[in-house]
């Protein structure tokens, strides 16, 4: 219903319309139904008990906040409202705190309906001093595997894979024995600049297909599609057959069970390494509402399913994102394994 409703408002605003926002793109708010906000509000399902998290807090958490605010940099954690950051920030049992970057600013080009990211079409410059300062981060946590990813950048010629690729350089020139996940854009599907941070010495190369095929069109910026994003995988693993690769699917959108097998088929046809699963949660009420709370026991389930299937590695809970640290610890087993060879 929700989908009609939206398909409804898209044809009356003439969004798809016109050489200006074929080239801007959408914001979020053109993705948003007035009347529905309200509506929204009531009809929200209400978060089942294994969705619940603690308040973030500690001294891990604290010192990483201070250390990242410091040297101007962002986290995905918070930009997106990560159910995790208490976890990952505080370090859990093991006091190792974990934090997942996001480079090129606190802004981005696409307006997906799941994510809360702040939108502009006109975000500011990148920062050059970027490359560095996240080097100087890292360096000062002493850990040996880090994960970066990053806004969309449209408005910069090559999406900004450069600037991605200069972050890893000075990453592994500070810390030559780092491991470096990067969770990459889909650069418009040039493939040229996914050849670029493919190359440029990262470990893992991810990039995440968020959603089945059929649900694309209503869940992701009109800018990004499923068969681009398998091109970006492709190719990532073409120039580089060490790199471990990596995506991530959303459950509880409104998908079948068929439509996520075929998914994962296409996946493994295209030899990716590491898949995760993880729930779909509705970040604010502007954003598109969940279809269905996902059990830990569905969850289980795609665990065994892709393992399987023959993935390397499948990390699969309510709450696993991405870049939860929870794979880490497998997924350097990979690395480390094909580096021996």
């Given at each position: 219903?929700?989908?009609?409703?939206?398909?409804?408002?898209?044809?009356?605003?003439?969004?798809?319309s016109g050489a200006s926002?074929?080239?801007?793109?959408?914001?979020?708010?053109?993705f948003i139904t007035k009347g529905l906000e309200k509506k929204a509000k009531k009809e929200r399902k209400r978060l089942p008990r294994w969705l619940q998290t603690p308040i973030p807090k500690g001294e891990n958490y604290s010192?990483?906040?201070?250390?990242?605010?410091?040297?101007?940099?962002?986290?995905?954690?918070?930009?997106?409202?990560?159910?995790?950051?208490?976890?990952?920030?505080?370090?859990g049992e093991t006091a190792t705190a974990t934090a997942t970057i996001m480079l090129m600013g606190e802004e981005c080009?696409?307006?997906?309906?799941?994510?809360?990211?702040?939108?502009?079409?006109?975000?500011?410059?990148?920062?050059?001093?970027?490359p560095r300062n996240t080097a100087m981060a890292v360096s000062q946590w002493g850990v040996d595997?880090?994960?970066?990813?990053?806004?969309?950048?449209?408005?910069?010629?090559?999406?900004?894979?450069?600037?991605?690729?200069?972050?890893?350089?000075?990453?592994?020139?500070?810390?030559?024995?780092?491991?470096?996940?990067?969770?990459?854009?889909?650069?418009r599907g040039d493939l040229a600049a996914v050849e670029v941070l493919a190359t440029s010495g990262l470990n893992v190369f991810a990039h995440n297909i968020e959603t089945v095929n059929r649900l694309q069109r209503f869940v992701?910026?009109?800018?990004?599609?499923?068969?681009?994003?398998?091109?970006?995988?492709?190719r990532a693993k073409q120039k580089t057959d060490s790199v471990v690769t990596k995506t991530s699917l959303m459950?509880?959108?409104?998908?079948?069970?068929?439509?996520?097998?075929?998914t994962l088929r296409d996946l493994r046809s295209n030899d990716v390494d590491v898949v995760t699963f993880g729930q779909y949660m509705q970040p604010t009420i502007r954003h598109l509402k969940v279809q269905e709370y996902v059990t830990p026991e569905a969850f289980s389930q795609w665990e065994k399913v892709g393992m399987e299937m023959?993935?390397?590695?499948?990390?699969?809970?309510?709450?696993?994102?991405?870049?939860?640290?929870?794979?880490?610890?497998?997924?350097?087993?990979?690395?480390n394994k094909r580096n021996t060879k």
């Open positions: 219903m929700i989908f009609r409703q939206i398909n409804l408002h898209f044809r009356k605003q003439r969004l798809f926002y074929l080239k801007d793109g959408p914001d979020l708010d053109h010192r990483l906040k201070k250390d990242l605010r410091g040297l101007k940099l962002a986290t995905v954690c918070e930009e997106a409202r990560c159910p995790n950051i208490g976890e990952c920030w505080g370090g080009t696409r307006g997906c309906r799941f994510c809360s990211v702040k939108t502009s079409r006109t975000p500011p410059p990148l920062d050059a001093e970027e595997y880090v994960v970066l990813t990053s806004v969309d950048r449209d408005d910069v010629a090559d999406g900004g894979a450069q600037h991605l690729a200069d972050c890893v350089t000075a990453l592994k020139k500070e810390c030559p024995a780092l491991l470096i996940e990067v969770l990459s854009p889909d650069f992701r910026d009109p800018r990004a599609n499923y068969k681009q994003s398998m091109d970006v995988l492709v459950l509880g959108l409104g998908e079948t069970k068929e439509e996520v097998l075929e023959g993935f390397s590695y499948v990390a699969s809970g309510p709450l696993v994102r991405s870049s939860y640290k929870a794979g880490e610890y497998y997924i350097k087993n990979i690395i």
